[in-house]
């Protein structure tokens, strides 16, 4: 219980995350892309949007879970 204290107490305006929020923003817009992408039939870009926005996403929820935690 402290440890989630001193998270709490350590992050009052939530400016030290835009970063995270960032990259979720980043993965959101990269999915949208890559169903484009899939709807138009382009198998090379589907591929890449999809490795893209999953690093993406991977890295933010790693990033968001390496500080709560």
């Not at 204290?5 to 817009?29: E, N």
């Not at 990269?30 to 992408?37: D, E, F, K, R």
């Not at 382009?42 to 935690?69: D, H, K, P, S, Y």
């Amino acid at each position: 219980m402290p440890d989630l204290v001193r998270v709490a107490a350590g992050q009052q305006d939530g400016s030290a995350h835009w970063f995270i929020y960032l990259l979720f923003l980043i993965a959101g817009l990269l999915v949208g892309g890559t169903w484009a992408a899939y709807q138009a039939e382009n198998r090379v870009m589907t591929f890449i949007g999809a490795l893209a926005a999953a690093a993406a996403f991977a890295a933010a929820l790693l990033w968001l879970l390496g500080e709560v935690g």
